[in-house]
């Protein structure tokens, strides 16, 4: 038996508008790595990895103040969701011989 537990947070404004800001930072690197995914392959025709994008990411936190102040496992935990999203679509994509599923048969 698994037992979880449920904490309900009250954060004060200045706490809720950190939050908001690690949201709003975590949104665009997700965003912008799908984009870099998605312009690789268009021009390319190769994948960027997950590793790729770690070393992609270790090169902006060089060059870019801002994205220090998140930290990097939290900015390495989005990059991981992005290449599992990719890996499930793929997945699901082979098991389906190539054939996308429309919206009328996921309901």
Sequence with gaps: MILTYR???L???CQHRALERLCAAQRELYNAA???RIDCYRKTGKT???IDQCKTL???R???SEWCEQPVKLQRW???RLDDAFQGFFR???????????????K
Excluded: V
Excluded at 93 to 106: F, P, V
């Design 62 to 64: 060089r060059e870019f």
């Design 7 to 9: 904490y309900r947070l």
């Design 34 to 36: 799908l984009e870099e």
């Design 92 to 106: 699901r994509l082979k098991a389906r011989r190539g054939k996308a599923a429309s919206r009328e048969g996921l």
């Design 58 to 60: 270790t090169e902006c």
């Design 78 to 80: 989005t990059l991981k």
């Design 48 to 50: 960027r990895t997950y």
């Design 11 to 13: 954060p004060l404004k």
